[in-house]
């Protein structure tokens, strides 16, 4: 939409009582598939929130309607009190989205990668201190292709942080790390949220989710199933049960008793 056909929102200073993000009632399909009907929640600023599902529950739609790269077929999304399809400019300079790492060429050295991120924002961070971020200082001059595969993981975050974003979104945050590389992209992520940034974590990953997550929701057969703290998911679960369950048990007891006919063909 040109400028002028509606009156362009700002992202404004959030006070106590907003979101970051709301969604409501989205829906996204393609041909043949719902992907996402009747997902909502709410976000707060400043905290990790989780969202967990089987492989296809639609977690990746959903983090990508908030980003603004795919169109919801209905429903509502504001992102800092912004809709992420009229103002996508803005919500892009807002909303850092972890990239996959396999999409940058080999022979692109990390400070390369930084310097070419950093020129898609009007106010990015400076390449060393970002690198610093990230702890990639060492690697600056390093192509990509050599990096390993916690390097590479760390580099998709800087790239995600670049713009300054005041939400990132982190979809599959530590597949294929060693638990050395895992503990220290957790601690970034704890380093990230003692800034202030809220965080959007997409993960399989239970203890993850208890280490990092503040809040999370579970989405299955296209819903969300369960919005809360990983506190709050155990109680839920708890009933009749023993008392030391892991977040793991809770969730698998949780999405056990999800109809999966529930959300097709709507
Ligand atoms: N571009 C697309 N075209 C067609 N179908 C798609 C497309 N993107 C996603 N889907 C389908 O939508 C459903 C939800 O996919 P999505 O990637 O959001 O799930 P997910 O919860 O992120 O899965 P996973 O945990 O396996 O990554 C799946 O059935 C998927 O095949």
Same mark, same amino acid.
Request: aromatic share 4%; charged share 25%; net charge positive.
């Given at each position: 939409m040109s400028p002028g056909t509606h009156r362009q929102q700002a992202a404004r +200073?959030?006070? *106590?009582? #907003?979101?970051? !993000?709301?969604?409501?009632?989205?829906? /996204? &399909?393609? *041909?043949?598939? !719902?992907?996402? #009907?009747?997902?909502?929640?709410? =976000?707060? +600023?400043? @905290?990790?929130?989780?969202?967990?599902? *089987?492989?296809?529950?639609?977690? &990746? &739609? &959903? !983090? @990508?309607?908030?980003?603004?790269?795919? /169109?919801?077929?209905?429903? %509502?999304?504001?992102?800092?009190? =912004?809709? +992420? =399809?009229? @103002? %996508?400019?803005q919500v892009r300079e807002q909303v850092g989205y972890q990239l996959q790492s396999a999409v940058l060429p080999a022979a692109l050295r990390v400070e390369e990668a930084v310097r070419l991120f950093a020129s898609f924002y009007s106010r990015p961070v400076s390449v060393g201190d970002l690198l610093t971020t990230v702890g990639l200082e060492d690697q600056r001059r390093r192509a990509f292709g050599k990096l390993s595969g916690g390097e590479k993981q760390r580099l998709s975050i800087g790239l995600a942080l670049v713009g300054s974003p005041r939400i990132v979104v982190l979809d599959e945050l530590t597949t294929g790390l060693d638990p050395q590389g895992r503990r220290s992209v957790w601690q970034l992520i704890e380093r990230l949220k003692g800034r202030g940034v809220t965080i959007i974590l997409v993960s399989h990953h239970l203890d993850e989710v208890q280490r990092l997550g503040d809040r999370l929701a579970i989405i299955a057969a296209g819903r969300t199933q369960f919005v809360g703290t990983p506190v709050e998911l155990r109680r839920a679960t708890s009933a009749g049960s023993d008392s030391d369950r892991t977040l793991e048990d809770a969730y698998l007891a949780f999405v056990d008793d999800v109809d999966p006919r529930e959300g097709t063909g709507s």
């Open positions: +200073p959030l006070g *106590p009582r #907003d979101a970051a !993000v709301t969604v409501r009632e989205l829906r /996204k &399909t393609f *041909p043949g598939v !719902v992907a996402v #009907d009747h997902v909502s929640f709410s =976000i707060r +600023p400043g @905290e990790v929130f989780c969202i967990l599902g *089987p492989n296809g529950a639609g977690k &990746t &739609t &959903t !983090v @990508e309607c908030i980003a603004g790269t795919l /169109k919801p077929d209905s429903g %509502r999304i504001k992102v800092l009190g =912004i809709d +992420p =399809i009229r @103002e %996508r400019q």
